[in-house]
């Protein structure tokens, strides 16, 4: 069965503070690596899309990495701006269907 | 690029009563679209997949004649909640997969619906 885990569940950082978020994943054929950001009371927002390992992909103070079982979405020197909950989602190639993991709500504290 | 709208954003609506939801794609066709629920402080639960021209696919569990679907345009997607009860009151939020992208497969997600049957 095709799973998404996120860790840690939620991640509080003083402004400027550096850490990745995790996103493991066990998938029958990776078609793509997802990563959101969701503010409150809002739809997801795309940041990313990874097909295969070993890629990277950044935008502004964020960096996605894949592995083979894993994905992480480094934040570096963040900002208030930056707090939302972070979702990894996985999609195989058999379906239309992405999979998402529970998130990871990350607060930047000014 | 790449813009979903739904309408309304919120609404609220008596038990037993119909409620339906629009979702667009404003700068792209989608063939396929799919519609989300997500509960507070839980990630998004995948109700259906929704082809144009097609019969919606439902997830095991969602029952097909309370939450009707309907992708009549390549723009257009509209889920239907049927004699909503309290119990149906969550987020609604809808996403489109843009057609003829080769091999992007990313989902592009509209702002949510947020619906209180009272």
């Known amino acids: 069965e095709d799973q998404v885990t996120q860790s840690p569940e939620a991640l509080r950082l003083q402004e400027g503070e550096s850490s990745s978020l995790n996103c493991s994943y066990t998938?029958?054929?990776?078609?793509?690596l997802f990563w959101y950001r969701q503010d409150p009371g809002k739809g997801p927002e795309f940041l990313f899309t990874?097909?295969?390992a070993g890629e990277e992909k950044e935008k502004e103070r964020l960096k996605a990495t894949l592995t083979k079982k894993e994905s992480f979405l480094h934040i570096t020197a963040p900002k208030p701006e930056d707090s939302a909950t972070y979702l990894c989602?996985?999609?195989?190639?058999?379906?239309?269907?992405?999979?998402f993991g529970k998130g990871t709500r990350l607060h930047i504290l000014p | 690029g790449a813009v979903v709208s739904q309408h309304p954003s919120r609404v609220i609506c008596k038990s037993g009563t119909s409620v339906k939801i629009e979702c667009r794609s404003l700068?792209?066709?989608?063939?396929?679209m799919f519609w989300y629920r997500q509960f507070p402080k839980q990630s998004l639960m995948l109700m259906a997949t929704?082809?144009?021209?097609?019969?919606?696919?439902?997830e095991q569990g969602v029952e097909k004649d309370k939450f009707l679907i309907n992708h009549a345009s390549l723009t257009l997607s509209t889920l239907t909640v049927t004699s909503a009860h309290p119990e149906d009151s969550s987020f609604y939020i809808c996403?489109?997969?843009?057609?003829?992208?080769?091999?992007?497969?990313?989902?592009?997600f509209g702002p949510g619906t947020r619906l209180t049957v009272t």
């Open positions: 929704s082809n144009e021209g097609s019969k919606a696919t439902y």
């Open positions: 996403s489109a997969r843009p057609s003829g992208r080769g091999l992007s497969y990313e989902q592009y």
């Open positions: 989602a996985v999609q195989a190639w058999r379906d239309d269907k992405i999979i």
């Open positions: 998938v029958s054929g990776l078609r793509g």
């Open positions: 700068d792209f066709q989608a063939t396929t």
């Open positions: 990874l097909y295969s």
